[in-house]
């Protein structure tokens, strides 16, 4: 693409006009460098679609907004002045204390750092809501999770079409003949929700901080699939962009989103045939869906799934994270924890439960198939359903398994149980556990 002198002389003696009286710094002049490149594609674009030099220049730079308090922002983030605190550090007969012991303490009865959110004493390792101790890897409750069931059951989307953001980007695209849906963002508030207005159209909107035709996303069609890819992230512009990609009710197929870092909100979809997820860090929300099959892989952050009906199968990968599950419904769950957190309620379906290094806890309100509970070097909780009937097979090695305290034992002899629970024993759960726990009851 050619530029033009022109524009770039212009943009250039505009530029010098915000940072003249501003010191020169390696952050401002990155930041200037940043605005020159993208202020000088927004108004060759312009120029290309019909305005004279001057005025295409005028309006990219209205268009983009404050640069001033830009320049305040970034001369913020990386000034020259740094804050010293001085930590009080003191040793004695009684240990070594740092802040008081607030920051660290070491005396006879153990280490703790940060408050005791690190913490080793008799009891045994505390790191944050992990424990380490005689039972094993556990995880200590979180009182925020505690919510009523009354209280997801009143999950309303209308709140979230509203945007604080202004919007500087719309499109639609027709979903008749369309298979499948993709979307990837590096770094943005992502919504996936039902179109409000009755339309056979997908609507994408962004909702940016600063406006620049090069930020927003490409929208392409190829055969059946529609792919929103986001547009240009700058280095060091503090670039926010929320989006919301509405779907309508005729659209049937298949709903494939990536997103690095940011919060994500999927839900209200009834329709849709498959969902994969794949988030490397963040928070996401997935509610209200009727889907056929779901998978979802989360390498760090929070991922919450609740009042979800899935058809087949869900399919759950969690890499040093945390997933909770409420009022879920699969026929077939495939989940594995490694150095993470699967907690599940009103839960119903059967399959397979992995946990390395991680923490499992359910609560299933029906057990709907067989269930593979597995356990390396992490722990494992299921609480059955009063009602339910189902055998059981539970095994050790090097761990530690807990049987239902009302089963009729069948079997029990070192590392090995077997027994039933109920009168019919449709559904078998088995345990095996290796240098971990596995607790059924």
């Known amino acids: 693409m050619i530029m033009s002198a022109k524009i770039e002389q212009l943009v250039a003696m505009r530029l010098n006009t915000y940072f003249k009286q501003q010191p020169v710094t390696p952050a401002l002049t990155e930041l200037k460098m940043e605005l020159a490149t993208d202020l000088n594609e927004a108004a060759n674009d312009k120029e290309r679609s019909g305005l004279d030099p001057e005025a295409a220049v005028a309006e990219a730079f209205s268009d983009f907004g404050d640069i001033n308090e830009l320049i305040k922002q970034v001369n913020a983030e990386n000034g020259a002045t740094e804050k010293v605190h001085r930590h009080q ?15 660290l ?55 979230e079409y509203r945007e604080r953001l202004p919007l500087v980007n719309e499109r639609r695209v027709a979903v008749a003949d369309l298979i ?6 590096q770094t943005a508030m992502i919504k996936v929700l039902p179109t409000q207005e009755t339309t056979d159209e997908l609507i994408v909107r962004e909702f940016m901080n600063y ?22 992230v700058p280095f060091l512009i503090p670039l926010r962009v929320h989006v919301q990609i ?9 709903l494939s989103l990536a997103s690095r870092a940011g919060n994500v909100l999927v839900g209200g979809l009834q329709r849709l045939a498959t969902v994969a997820l794949n988030v490397t860090s963040g928070s996401v929300r997935v509610a209200g869906l009727s889907v056929t099959s779901m998978t979802s892989d989360l390498t760090s952050g929070t991922m919450t799934i609740d009042h979800v009906q899935i058809a087949e199968q869900l399919g759950l990968m969690v890499k040093s994270g ?8 699969a026929a077939s769950y495939v989940a594995s924890a490694a150095s993470g957190s699967i907690t599940g309620q009103q839960l119903r379906g059967g399959g397979r439960w992995a946990a390395k290094s991680g ?51 069948d079997r029990q002899a070192d590392g090995y149980q077997t027994g039933q629970v109920g009168a019919t024993g449709t559904y078998l759960i088995h345990g095996r556990a290796r240098s971990g726990n596995i607790h059924l009851s």
Request: net charge negative; proline share 2%.
């Open 89 to 103: 550090i003191t040793v004695d007969e009684d240990g070594i204390a740092i802040d008081s012991g607030k920051m």
């Open 105 to 159: 303490k070491i005396d006879a009865d153990g280490i703790s750092i940060n408050n005791g959110t690190i913490k080793a004493d008799a009891n045994g390792l505390k790191v944050g809501r992990w424990t380490v101790d005689a039972n094993g890897i556990n995880e200590q409750e979180d009182t925020t999770e505690q919510e009523s069931s009354a209280g997801l059951q009143a999950f309303d989307l209308a709140g």
């Open 180 to 185: 499948s849906l993709t979307i990837r963002y």
């Open 211 to 232: 406006n620049n035709p090069a930020y927003q996303a490409q929208v392409s069609r190829h055969g059946g699939n529609l792919q929103i890819v986001q547009g240009k």
């Open 246 to 254: 509405l779907v309508p009710a005729q659209f049937t197929g298949d």
């Open 322 to 329: 945390r997933v909770r599950l409420t009022a879920v419904t």
């Open 359 to 409: 923490s499992i806890k359910l609560a299933f309100a029906a057990v709907t198939g067989d269930t593979d509970l597995i356990a390396n070097s992490g722990a494992i909780k299921v609480v059955m359903p009063v009602s339910a009937s189902y055998r059981y097979e539970l095994e050790s090695q090097s761990g530690r398994v807990v049987a239902p305290r009302n089963a009729r034992v």
